[in-house]
């Protein structure tokens, strides 16, 4: 599995713009998904390139939550990508587009990817299965860090998270993980630094990380150089 984050607080490589938001790119099990659009379209755009991820390459939009930090650069990529999109429920209106699609329990989209459905009437995550591991990837886990893992962990042994911990403050339940990349509104970074050692990631625009099996390995990406005037 790859994952390179396209839209964070803070910026991991020079060039690309930080906001406050979240979005993710996703390569598993021969799927490429993109996972909550940030705040700004603009700016999501932007970073896709030069983080070099191509609008063309994206199967389908995967939305954690309504809120406009999570959501709001999605009309402005579907205006240039219309793929499928899965988004709770409550975040479609009734005469949503046919290729939106609202998630309310938990759903398999395919044998790599399953929702926990939407959490706490406001917020579903991804929980991606490669090879028989399980992670977990999360908008700003507004249902609680503790209740999704308890449901990602209905589908087998959950290795690392991905996203938004928001004011997560188990970190025993984050410590039995073998990674962890908190990431936008994730309030104990340096507390996690501090319990979880090695086991944390930072995250930022153009974090890249490979992982196999329990294993992830933390990179970036090399930006790609604006175009000229």
């Known amino acids: 599995m790859r994952a390179v984050i396209l839209y964070d607080n803070a910026a991991a490589v020079p060039g690309v713009e930080a906001d406050w938001g979240f979005a993710c790119f996703l390569e598993t099990g021969g799927k490429k998904i993109l996972f909550d659009t940030g705040a700004d379209g603009r ?9 070099g991820v191509e609008p063309a390459d994206v199967d389908m939009v995967f939305i954690s939550h309504a809120h406009w930090d999570h959501a709001g650069g999605l009309e402005p990529f ?14 479609l209106h009734p005469r949503a587009p046919r290729d939106f699609f609202p998630v309310r329990d938990a759903l398999w989209i395919d044998g790599h990817l399953c929702s926990t459905g939407e959490l706490a009437g406001i917020e579903q995550s991804l929980v991606l299965q490669e ?18 893992l308890d449901e990602a962990l209905r589908r087998g042994p959950v290795c690392g998270i991905l996203g938004g911990l928001h004011d997560c ?11 962890i990349c908190g990431t936008h509104c994730t309030f104990y970074q340096d507390e996690m630094r501090a319990i979880l050692g090695s086991k944390f990631i930072p995250g930022g625009v153009g974090r890249e990380l490979m992982i196999s099996g329990a294993r992830c390995r933390s990179g970036t990406v090399s930006p790609a150089a604006a175009p000229a005037d």
């Open 131 to 148: 090879d028989g591991w399980f992670y977990v990837v999360v908008g700003c886990s507004h249902p609680g860090v503790s209740l999704i």
């Open 169 to 179: 403050r188990d970190f025993d339940r984050l410590a039995a993980l073998d990674w």
């Open 78 to 91: 579907m205006s240039i990508r219309r793929c499928p999109v899965f988004a709770p429920a409550s975040a």
């Open 43 to 51: 700016i999501l755009m932007n970073n896709m390139r030069l983080c």
